[in-house]
């Protein structure tokens, strides 16, 4: 079955001699992969028109039995230059692309993850981006993953938290906890001394605004509350990703932003 979507490239690799697999984040499909034969070669029609952070128009091959559909046409509609030629811009880019595509299965995905993609590499591109751009991305993300937790109430006994209380992420990176619970969930606030610790009633407010949909981005967040937010975001990707330890792809994006917006405030 011949198929046509709009595609954001968020990684390819070389097979065989002259093709190569790109995996795409589409819109109407989820995410997929797609074959496209003599992609490496000089000559090739498919050449230049399909790379990373692209957004393309795909026709494809669809293969029900396999992950992995073959290219037909591609025509790209967005290529998002600057992402070639800054690097740091590239790093940025970089680490939305990877957490994309190393949170989400192959297949259909809900609603919004094309979207929150998109606007965010076109920030990235546009020179918009600073360090509570990446925040507000992963805290969307999370919050799309299903793995953002109310900021607002408990996560085990569902009590409403005060404005200005203190809640205990958990150090797996999982739920919100009143202090009364923290110590009953294990794992919950682990490592307080290596200042790991609460998320205060401001941390709490700004990570909900965060990851809201729809709201508009606010100007920087107040360094102690940006501090408390990025840790406790980074907690939550390594969590909702799985990962044994923190992610360097973060780290590394994260130093890039920082380091501008520290440059601009000179
Ligand atoms: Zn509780």
Redesign the pocket.
Known sequence: MLLKDVGIGLRFYAVGNTSSVGVWLTRAHGKLATRMKGHQRATSRLLGQADVFYTCELLFYARETRNVHIMKEVTPLAWRQRLREDWRACALASYLAWLADRSMPFGPAGEGFFALLEEGLDQVANRSAGPATLLRFEARWLALLGAMPEMG???????ALAAGEDGVPGADGHGL??????G?VVGAGEGAGSGWAALSGAGRAALAELAEAGLPERAGLPAGVYREVEAVLGRMVAGALELGAPSRERAAALEIVERREGEAGR
């Open positions: 109430r408990c996560s085990r006994c569902g009590r906890y009143c202090r009364d619970c923290a009953e």
